[in-house]
C-alpha cells in the first residue's frame, strides 16, 4: 500500500519535469526581457521599432564615426566583466535611428573588409564593373567617444534600512530577506562629438541610468512577500549601460540642436589665444594700437 501511495507523487513531479523542458523550447523571438533601451532596426533615413524615448533630428548633422579607448580600464570591464559587446555597436544603432548623423566604418574588422575587397580588385580577380575603384570612401567628418564613467552592479542595498524598521516580530526576517534581495544597478556614460578636420571638441555630454531589482527567495517567507510584492526578474548591468549610453546620447543632441561655434575674438582659433604670456606670441589686450613690446 504504501509503495502505491507515492505513485501519484512520482507521477506529478515526472509531469512537472516533462513540463519544463517543454518550456525550454518555447522560443519567444523579440523578447522584452531580453532586450535593452536600442530596439529595432534601422535603414538609411528609415527605422522601425525605436524606442519613443530616443531623439531625433530632421536631417544628419554630418557624417560620424565610433572611437572606442579599448586599453581604457571602462572597456576592459565592460567587455571582459560584463561579457558585453563593444560600446560602438550600440551606439551604431542609436544614431543611425535618430537620423542625426551618417555612420561610416572605421572599426578594424570593417577596414579590413572594404581593404580585401580593393586588394581583389587591384589583382584583376573582380568581374568588370565592380567599381571597387578609388575615390568611394566617405569622409568622417565627426568622432564620437564613448566612455563608461560609472558602472556598478550593486550600489546599495536595502537589507539594513528594512532591518531595522522592525528588529523584533515574526516579520523581521521578512523584511531583511527582502532588503538582502534588493540590488541597485547604476551606470553613468559620457560621449565627446569631435571635428576630425580640426580636432576641436563639438560637443560632449553626460547620460546616467539606474534600476532597482528583486532578486530570488528561498526562503518560504521570503518567497510569499516576494510574490506579494511582484518581484523584479534581475536586470543585467548591461541593460543599464545602454540605458546610459542612451541618455547621454540624447542629451548630446538637445545641445547640437542650440549648436553655435565658439570663437576667439581677434585672433581666432589657434591663433595664440587671449591669454599671452611675458614674451608669448598673443599681443597684450591692454596695448596701444602699433605700441612697441618692451624686450
Do not use: H
Not at 533601451?37 to 524615448?53: E, K, Q
Not at 531623439?55 to 565610433?66: D, H, Y
Not at 516580530?169 to 540590488?183: H, K, P
Request: net charge positive; aromatic share 4%; hydrophobic share 40%.
Amino acid at each position: 500500500m504504501t509503495s502505491f501511495a507515492k505513485l501519484p507523487l512520482v507521477a506529478a513531479v515526472a509531469g512537472l519535469l516533462a513540463l519544463a523542458g517543454c518550456q525550454t523550447t518555447d522560443m519567444q523571438m523579440g523578447s522584452q526581457g531580453a532586450k535593452t533601451v536600442a530596439t529595432g532596426s534601422a535603414a538609411g533615413a528609415a527605422s522601425a521599432n525605436a524606442s519613443s524615448a530616443l531623439e531625433r533630428c530632421e536631417s544628419p548633422l554630418g557624417t560620424v564615426s565610433l572611437i572606442e579607448n579599448q586599453s581604457a580600464g571602462w572597456y576592459t570591464i565592460v567587455t571582459g566583466e560584463y561579457k558585453l559587446p563593444p560600446t560602438a555597436t550600440l551606439l551604431r544603432l542609436l544614431i543611425q535611428q535618430s537620423n542625426c548623423f551618417v555612420v561610416v566604418e572605421r572599426g578594424a574588422a570593417g577596414m579590413n573588409a572594404m581593404n580585401r575587397e580593393r586588394a581583389l580588385m587591384q589583382s584583376g580577380e573582380m568581374r568588370a564593373g565592380s567599381n571597387f575603384g578609388r575615390g568611394q570612401m566617405v569622409a568622417s567628418d565627426y568622432g564620437i567617444s564613448p566612455e563608461v564613467i560609472i558602472s556598478n552592479s550593486d550600489a546599495g542595498g536595502m537589507g539594513a534600512a528594512l532591518g531595522g524598521i522592525v528588529n523584533r516580530g515574526r516579520y523581521s526576517n521578512v523584511l531583511a530577506n527582502i532588503g538582502g534581495s534588493l540590488q541597485t544597478r547604476e551606470a553613468a556614460a559620457m560621449l565627446t562629438l569631435i571635428d576630425n578636420r580640426s580636432g576641436v571638441q563639438v560637443g560632449v555630454s553626460e547620460g546616467s541610468a539606474s534600476k532597482t531589482d528583486f532578486g530570488g527567495f528561498l526562503g518560504a517567507a521570503g518567497a510569499s512577500a516576494a510574490g506579494s510584492i511582484g518581484g523584479y526578474s534581475r536586470t543585467p548591468q548591461g541593460k543599464v549601460i545602454a540605458a546610459a549610453f542612451m541618455d547621454a546620447y540624447n542629451q548630446l543632441v538637445v545641445s547640437l540642436r542650440n549648436y553655435t561655434a565658439q570663437s576667439v575674438r581677434g585672433q581666432g582659433l589657434g591663433g595664440g589665444g587671449r591669454l599671452g604670456v611675458d614674451g608669448g606670441a598673443a599681443p597684450s589686450q591692454t596695448s596701444a594700437p602699433g605700441a612697441r613690446r618692451r624686450r
